[in-house]
């Protein structure tokens, strides 16, 4: 990797030379954690109290995590994390060892069983 590589890299992109109209309107997607009301500028110094807002930490911590599983108390910031979760609540066990007679809910439970009994 060259420094002329580099800042090819950021003229391409817009960043080097400064150059706003780099991206148009039509570039953007919407999305629901982009397109949010930005608060902060109005609460980031406040406390909760000062905000009127019981539980602050916990609305904030919300927003990060918008997918909330519907057996339990779990959140997650992607919905591809949640619908991943949700097989721990299942009874399906998709994932089963070649080497051995074990099955498993998670590919990742899966993984961790062949790398420890070494079932290479």
């Known amino acids: 990797m ?3 590589n580099i800042a090819s890299g950021f003229r391409v ?3 080097f ?3 706003p109209d780099v991206f148009g ?3 953007y997607v919407e999305s629901p954690v982009t397109d949010r009301p930005n608060t902060e500028a109005t609460t ?3 406390s909760p109290a000062a ?7 916990d609305d904030d911590y919300d927003d990060e995590r918008p997918f909330a599983c519907s057996s339990c108390t ?3 910031a992607r919905a591809y994390t949640l619908q991943d979760h949700m097989t721990v609540h299942s009874d399906d066990r998709d994932y089963k060892c070649t080497k051995c007679t074990r099955d498993f809910k998670q590919a990742a439970s899966l993984w961790r069983h062949r790398r420890d009994a070494k079932h290479f």
């Open 51 to 57: 905000t009127g807002v019981a539980g602050a930490a």
């Open 17 to 19: 030379p400064f150059n």
């Open 74 to 76: 779990e959140r997650f």
């Open 13 to 15: 992109a817009g960043i």
């Open 44 to 46: 980031a110094n406040a």
């Open 25 to 27: 309107p039509n570039d």
């Open 2 to 4: 060259t420094v002329e």
